[in-house]
């Protein structure tokens, strides 16, 4: 083998690939029992909100925030608080 050879690289051979690309999207959706909205930063870091029918009838709606460096944080008035505590 070739000292000199590196080792394949998909970033490197592929023309659409680009480590610096711009992240950022945002949508959102609505149908008759959920509905979510949803936007991102260049940066990927992500902040939206879901609504849903629980099976009681209830309308829930849940806020979060994402990214690498924050995972997912969900935040709720009806999440239990030590539930809710974990995601901080």
Do not use: C, Q
Not at 28 to 38: L, V, Y
Not at 47 to 64: E, F, K, L, S
């Amino acid at each position: 083998m070739d000292p000199s050879a590196r080792p394949y690289s998909a970033a490197e051979d592929d023309d659409y690939f680009d480590a610096d690309a711009d992240a950022s999207y945002s949508f959102g959706f609505t149908s008759d029992d959920h509905s979510r909205d949803e936007t991102a930063d260049r940066d990927g870091n992500i902040v939206g909100t879901y609504t849903y029918v629980d099976a009681a009838g209830v309308t829930r709606t849940v806020a979060y925030r994402a990214g690498a460096g924050t995972g997912f944080v969900p935040e709720a008035e009806f999440l239990p608080p030590k539930l809710a505590a974990s995601f901080r």
